[in-house]
């Protein structure tokens, strides 16, 4: 990674050289287990600061990705700089942060305790530790309830005195392993509020997740991944921008018209006088109704839809849907939430939002 060379050389040297722009950088990052593929190639760009979204199916590599990045687990092939270094230097590892997707607390331990352990697995000192644990107390929200102890804390509570946990060193980089999977949708917005906190405090963050709904709220920029595959990676802006069916009412089409649509992007759906085509321009649209006109199609109408983060999810991951794995609801009385689950059937005053993950081929 010959370019990222003066990267390496402008961390330590903070002042002197601009901050490299890069948190994360991997190249065909790959780990198998035996005969079993896990990660199979992953290429991704995390910039300094942003929110950074994994987004893919339960069993896509997300876990397995994220273990390589902090050192825990070696990768077969490829490579990655972490806040401009190798992967496992320990200057690297000082300045991050780490939420595992299944963690279990001493839940006979009070808040502080349990920060304070953690704070002495990261070395920092009596006086460090003293100071830092009601800060990160407070910057989740748990300000106050330090001395209680973890049993009487409720799913959400748990979660944010692990993200406590994960900010003790104060990360320049911190990683998000499926935050809000177990939480309610109170205790997802309260999960999203924090992570627009540390993004605010300039920390960058690397969420794993297969909520899409989370992912279109928080991060700047998504990584697709389906199968160890990074199948589409941008920001989110890209992503639904570079993508848009547009609807075609059209006359009589024969093979060489149908060709030529064929031209400007892929046919999608087609039904007796209109079709739906997959286009990556906008700008592209005249210049098709413009070849449609001239090779002598009567053209009735055209309307461009751009597509939703599910529909471009759901378009980049192979296969077909099969099941749904995942469909969240989030009901609320305007205008809080009120962290209640139910199907789309509520009566007003309820507000519904919903937000479907129908993820093929997902293991649970
Ligand atoms: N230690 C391991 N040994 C064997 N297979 C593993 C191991 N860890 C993960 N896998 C497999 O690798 C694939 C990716 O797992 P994981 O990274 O946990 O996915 P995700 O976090 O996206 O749900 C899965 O098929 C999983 O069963
Ligand atoms: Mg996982």
Redesign the pocket.
């Known amino acids: 990674m010959a370019q990222l060379t003066r990267t390496e050389s402008a961390e330590g040297e903070a002042g002197r050289l601009p901050a490299p722009p890069l948190a994360i950088e991997t190249r065909g990052l790959r780990?198998e287990?035996?005969e079993?593929?896990?990660?199979h190639d992953v290429t991704i760009a995390v910039p300094r600061g942003e929110v950074f979204g994994f987004l893919?199916?339960?069993?896509?590599?997300?876990?397995?990705?994220?273990?390589m990045l902090l050192g825990l687990?070696f990768p077969t092939a490829g490579e990655a700089r972490i806040l401009g270094q190798p992967l496992g230097a320990v200057g690297a590892k000082r300045r991050i942060g780490f939420l595992p997707?299944q963690f279990r607390f001493h839940e006979w331990l009070r808040g502080e305790e349990f920060l304070d352990f953690h704070g002495q697995l990261y070395g920092l000192s009596r006086a460090e530790r003293r100071r830092r644990i009601p800060e990160v107390l407070e910057l989740v929200g748990l300000g106050g309830r330090g001395r209680d102890r973890l049993r009487t804390y409720s799913k959400g509570m748990l979660q944010r005195a692990g993200l406590a946990q994960a900010l003790l060193n104060d990360p320049a980089l911190v990683f998000l392993?499926?935050p809000t999977s177990a939480l309610d949708p109170i205790g997802r917005r309260e999960v999203r509020d924090i992570i627009r906190a540390l993004k605010a405090r300039g920390m960058t963050v690397f969420l794993?997740s297969?909520l899409l709904s989370e992912v279109e709220t928080v991060c700047d920029r998504v990584a697709i991944?389906d199968r160890?595959h990074v199948v589409r990676q941008g920001t989110l802006k890209e992503l639904l921008q570079a993508s848009l069916d547009v609807d075609l009412t059209l006359g009589a089409l024969d093979d060489a018209a149908l060709r030529r649509i064929e031209e400007y992007g892929a046919i999608v759906a087609r039904e007796a006088g209109a079709l739906s085509v997959r286009m990556d321009d906008i700008e592209e649209v005249p210049r098709l109704v413009d070849a449609l006109v001239r090779a002598g199609v009567a053209v009735y109408g055209v309307t461009p839809h751009r597509r939703s983060l599910e529909d471009v999810f759901l378009g980049a991951v192979e296969g077909e849907p099969s099941e749904v794995r995942s469909t969240q609801y989030e009901v609320r009385i305007h205008p809080a939430p009120v962290g209640a689950f139910g199907l789309p059937h509520s009566p007003p005053p309820f507000v519904l939002r919903t937000a479907y993950c129908v993820l093929p081929g997902a293991?649970r």
Do not use: C, I, L, W
């Open positions: 780990k287990y035996g079993q593929v896990a990660v893919g199916p339960n069993g896509a590599g997300k876990s397995t990705t994220v273990k687990a997707e392993d499926e794993n297969h991944v160890g293991q």
